[in-house]
């Protein structure tokens, strides 16, 4: 089966007065029919500049420089604008951590609900609403044929987040980016979304990316994970490869520092030192400044590599005996 | 447990939301709309042992924040009483209250908006002791080195302005400037969860030594389960301005009483679950404008009975120190013949 993404060496850079941000610098990554990739990592590390080169939404001083990203086997990086915008609401669709980046506050959800249909698509607007309906109710928004003709304010933000994905899921896109949208929300309605997603990746075989700083969601809800820092992806497996056997230090280090895995009132295990500066990145691993195994070989970057289980970029890998210790 | 240092006795926080611009008009021709009125903090009991680290959790809107402004003394009470050392703040003349607001510190969740960008890292971190007399004038710079030593802040960075510093110093400094005049007990309002998860373990750690070294209480708001079990002695559940549930750190995790705590506890997120089926509970956080009547929680409950409907539920002792106000909890000590 081939994927439905395929990104291979995409490079993109932001031109800024202080200098070029290498913001996503050689990510490679592929994503299957109905498969979740979790894409995790610290702020600042390029999550969601890599989402937004795989939409085509990459703005001045930004540019993708290097790369390709074919969905279904064409070809995006190129593209005119009039050709990403017959993709783009179609075929790639992206949810965003604020909902009202996606809702428009002056229009009934209706409208835009019909219209998102409409605009690529010849149905009657009955059909169309009719559609809409089913979406609302598929994310789980009781009586949704009253709650269609409300304001985007008349919800509460995770009511907006579901109508958000519920938009987003209209014309049964081949992937979907989600680009942190629980992040804001309590744990009780992060569930009721998580689950309403879980179960459409499972019903429509649509594809995901689920970007997110959080491990423990990733750790529920995806098949896979790449664990990315200072724009390069450092570890990628399945779910339980990364996060039951974890192979670089990077990763070793923010498995050990989440609470539930250290002794109730011990210190946590912490990774010392800050995130980098992505204009002033330290020269081989940009991880060595952080990292306890990094000796002078680190001065020269390290390739992303198998390892026994998931693919590292490091040059001293933990090996599995170790991270059972 | 020792002496408290801090006691609510059945406070509640009201705030009353005005009338907007568009609202008066609507009056203007019949309306008839009134000011409404929030009970951010609705009748809440609470003491705290020196040297205890307490969590407070809730979903967003339940009032966790005002009840901790409440303690730090940045909101009055609507009602109800706090006492600081068994001592009633009503009580107290003038200087005995500074001294006491001068022992509860808060510290924010978000730590660039709660400093002054125009101010120097030795200048936000000295202000208070300067201001109060804490230290004389001659002593201040070395105090604000000694302070920034103790929070892991390069005393050679002290003439540096805030957006100079990543988000996890400009929390150390947020606690520095705490801890600069004293205090015996910090409120810590989600002060680590603007944090990237590598520098919220580092932050945790500084929490966790500077109880050790100072001997500071604690009062922790967070939403994060995780972060509460690893670090609190006791936790007290909030729901729509009213505490639900409290008890021991590990009672609570292993035993929850309360159907909302069962609830919240089933939706943590854990690293040793793959693949879960979430299943989530039902329906959406009310109003604190209209809470629901009898027990707020009743229209989420899966146990809802008529009696939940009417009558709000009592806080009761189901254990030893652990409390839930539950109408399910009279139900089975009459089906047992129990009483407590
Ligand atoms: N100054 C104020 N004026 C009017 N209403 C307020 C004020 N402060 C808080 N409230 C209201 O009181 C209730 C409790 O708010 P609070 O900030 O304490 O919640 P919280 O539990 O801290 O929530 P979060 O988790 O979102 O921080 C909310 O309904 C809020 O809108
Ligand atoms: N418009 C922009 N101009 C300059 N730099 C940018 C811009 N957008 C993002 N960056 C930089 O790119 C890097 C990655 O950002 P981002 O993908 O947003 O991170 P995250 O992983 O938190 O989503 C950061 O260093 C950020 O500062
Ligand atoms: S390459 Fe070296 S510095 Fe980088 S993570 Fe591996 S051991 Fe650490
Ligand atoms: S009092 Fe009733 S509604 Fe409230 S938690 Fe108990 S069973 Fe549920
Ligand atoms: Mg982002
Ligand atoms: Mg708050």
């Known amino acids: 089966?081939?994927?439905?993404?395929?990104?291979?060496?995409?490079?993109?850079?932001?031109?800024?007065?202080?200098?070029?941000?290498?913001?996503?610098?050689?990510?490679?990554?592929?994503?299957?029919?109905?498969?979740?990739?979790?894409?995790?990592?610290?702020?600042?590390?390029?999550?969601?500049?890599?989402?937004?080169?795989?939409?085509?939404?990459?703005?001045?001083?930004?540019?993708?420089?290097?790369?390709?990203?074919?969905?279904?086997?064409?070809?995006?990086?190129?593209?005119?604008?009039?050709?990403?915008?017959?993709?783009?609401?179609?075929?790639?669709?992206?949810?965003?951590?604020?909902?009202?980046?996606?809702?428009?506050?002056?229009?009934?959800?209706?409208?835009?609900?019909?219209?998102?249909?409409?605009?690529?698509?010849?149905?009657?607007?009955r059909a169309a609403r009719a559609r809409a309906i089913e979406a609302l109710s598929a994310v789980g928004i009781p009586s949704p044929a009253e709650r269609l003709s409300a304001y985007p304010h008349q919800f509460s933000g995770g009511m907006r987040q579901?109508?958000?994905?519920?938009?987003?899921?209209?014309?049964?896109?081949?992937?979907?980016?989600?680009?942190?949208?629980?992040?804001?929300?309590?744990?009780?309605?992060?569930?009721?979304?998580?689950?309403?997603?879980?179960?459409?990746?499972?019903?429509?075989?649509?594809?995901?990316?689920?970007?997110?700083?959080?491990?423990?969601?990733?750790?529920?809800?995806?098949?896979?994970?790449?664990?990315?820092?200072?724009?390069?992806?450092?570890?990628?497996?399945?779910?339980?490869?990364?996060?039951?056997?974890?192979?670089?230090?990077?990763?070793?280090?923010?498995?050990?520092?989440?609470?539930?895995?250290?002794?109730?009132?011990?210190?946590?295990?912490?990774?010392?030192?800050?995130?980098?500066?992505?204009?002033?990145?330290?020269?081989?691993?940009?991880?060595?400044?952080?990292?306890?195994?990094?000796?002078?070989?680190?001065r020269v970057t390290p390739e992303l590599t198998p390892t026994t289980g998931a693919l590292a970029r490091c040059h001293h890998p933990h090996i599995p005996s170790e991270a059972a210790a | 447990m020792s002496e408290p240092i801090l006691a609510l006795r059945n406070v509640s926080k009201r705030f009353v939301k005005s009338l907007d611009a568009a609202e008066r008009m609507a009056n203007l021709v019949g309306a008839g709309l009134a000011d409404e009125v929030v009970h951010a903090v609705d009748g809440v009991s609470l003491e705290i042992a020196t040297g205890e680290v307490v969590g407070l959790v809730g979903e967003s809107g339940c009032g966790k924040s005002t009840l901790g402004r409440v303690v730090a003394g940045i909101h009055p009470a609507s009602e109800g009483e706090m006492l600081f050392r068994g001592k009633r703040l009503a009580e107290m003349n003038a200087a005995e209250r500074h001294e006491a607001a001068l022992r509860v510190q808060m510290i924010f969740q978000d730590p660039m908006s709660a400093l002054n960008p125009r101010m120097r890292v030795a200048e936000i971190i000295g202000e208070a002791p300067r201001f109060h007399g804490i230290v004389p004038r001659s002593e201040l710079s070395a105090t604000v080195d000694d302070i920034m030593l103790r929070v892991g802040l390069d005393p050679a960075y002290k003439r540096r302005y805030p957006h100079q510093f990543s988000g996890g110093q400009r929390q150390r400094i947020n606690i520095a400037r705490a801890l600069a005049v004293n205090p015996d007990f910090l409120v810590c309002d989600e002060s680590v969860a603007a944090l990237d998860v590598s520098i919220q373990a580092q932050v945790i750690n500084l929490f966790m030594r500077l109880r050790e070294e100072l001997s500071l209480t604690y009062l922790f708001i967070s939403h994060d389960l995780g972060v509460v079990e690893h670090i609190c002695d006791r936790v007290v559940i909030m729901y729509l301005g009213r505490m639900v549930e409290m008890a021991s750190t590990e009672e609570l995790f292993a035993r929850a009483n309360h159907p909302y705590t069962q609830a919240l506890l089933a939706e943590v997120p854990r690293l040793d679950q793959r693949k879960r089926t979430f299943a989530a509970i039902k329906g959406e956080i009310p109003s604190p404008l209209h809470p629901p009547p009898g027990c707020h929680f009743h229209p989420r409950c899966p146990h809802a009975f008529d009696r939940c409907r009417a009558e709000r539920p009592a806080l009761r002792e189901v254990a030893p120190g652990h409390i839930s106000a539950c109408h399910l909890n009279d139900a089975a000590k009459h089906s047992t013949g129990t009483s407590l």
């Open chain 1, 1 to 125: 089966m081939s994927p439905v993404l395929k990104v291979s060496g995409l490079k993109t850079h932001f031109f800024t007065r202080a200098g070029v941000v290498p913001a996503v610098d050689g990510v490679s990554l592929t994503v299957d029919r109905g498969e979740v990739l979790g894409l995790v990592g610290e702020s600042g590390s390029g999550k969601s500049v890599t989402g937004f080169s795989i939409m085509g939404l990459v703005d001045a001083p930004g540019r993708v420089v290097e790369g390709s990203i074919e969905l279904n086997g064409r070809e995006l990086v190129g593209l005119t604008e009039r050709e990403w915008r017959s993709i783009r609401g179609k075929s790639l669709m992206i949810i965003f951590q604020d909902p009202m980046m996606t809702l428009n506050p002056v229009l009934r959800v209706d409208t835009q609900m019909i219209e998102a249909v409409t605009a690529h698509e010849r149905v009657s607007r």
């Open chain 1, 162 to 298: 579901r109508v958000a994905i519920a938009t987003a899921l209209l014309n049964r896109p081949d992937l979907i980016i989600a680009d942190e949208p629980t992040t804001a929300l309590d744990v009780t309605i992060q569930a009721q979304i998580l689950y309403e997603v879980q179960k459409l990746a499972i019903d429509t075989g649509t594809a995901m990316i689920w970007i997110t700083h959080d491990l423990t969601v990733v750790s529920g809800l995806a098949d896979r994970v790449a664990v990315m820092y200072a724009g390069k992806i450092v570890e990628t497996g399945t779910t339980d490869q990364v996060l039951d056997a974890p192979r670089h230090p990077y990763t070793v280090g923010l498995i050990g520092s989440v609470p539930s895995h250290n002794k109730r009132g011990q210190p946590l295990s912490q990774i010392p030192g800050m995130t980098p500066s992505m204009t002033n990145l330290p020269e081989g691993c940009a991880f060595r400044p952080r990292c306890p195994r990094a000796d002078d070989r680190c």
